[in-house]
């Protein structure tokens, strides 16, 4: 995917973000890289650059984040080759590049990795639910 369609797909999820959300992300810059660096890798603990999609880098506002004009703002790389190999159609790319918006935004509100899965798992199991209730319904 050219990156200018890829970097146009960013700024849509971030958009697309709700407005109460939005308003909190005054000072974060959402930037779009192809590959992570060794350093960044390192910092999450990670070994291959593929399996790094987003990385957040900064105080969560839960730790009192950014609470001054004249800090460097915070950081959400997205990383472009390692989404498109997950990826493959322009449709999961797009999906993915929401999920990772999502996911490094939840970071920056102080949601840690475990807590985000430990909501996955909760949703699933309630969609499930919801599933298996309309099922016996018809």
Known sequence: MERERFEQLVAEAVEGL???FQEKLENI???VQDW???EQL???????????LGLYEGIPLTRGG???ATVLPDKITI???PI???YRSDRGIAAGIGETVRHEIAHHFGISDERLTEIARQKKTKLGRLSDER???S
């Open 18 to 20: 709700p407005q109460e």
């Open 29 to 31: 810059a959402v930037v």
């Open 36 to 38: 992570p660096t060794p």
């Open 42 to 52: 390192a910092s999450v603990g990670f070994r291959h650059r593929g399996d790094l």
């Open 66 to 68: 950014r609470r001054h």
């Open 79 to 81: 990383f472009q080759k």
């Open 84 to 86: 498109e190999m997950a």
């Open 135 to 137: 099922g016996s319904n």
